[in-house]
């Protein structure tokens, strides 16, 4: 009965073990797609930005 207990109890630990390192996977995909939603939303402002220069620059080379 000692080492079906011992079993049990390594089984275990083992679970947990597997249980956290998936969380621990989960959360750095999780924070990853945040961070490249953040990135992505934080470069179309450029891109506008860029759009309203590339009109200023038409208007200097026309004048």
């Known amino acids: 009965m000692e080492i079906r207990g ?3 109890m390594d089984v275990e ?3 947990e073990e ?3 390192d ?3 996977h989960l959360v750095l995909r999780l924070h990853r797609l945040y961070q490249h939603q953040k990135e992505r939303s934080g ?5 506008q930005d860029a759009g309203t220069n590339k009109g200023q620059k038409e208007k200097h080379l026309q004048r």
């Open 6 to 8: 011992e079993l049990e």
């Open 13 to 15: 630990r083992d679970l």
């Open 43 to 47: 470069k179309k402002l450029p891109e």
């Open 22 to 24: 998936e969380i621990y």
């Open 18 to 20: 597997e249980i956290k």
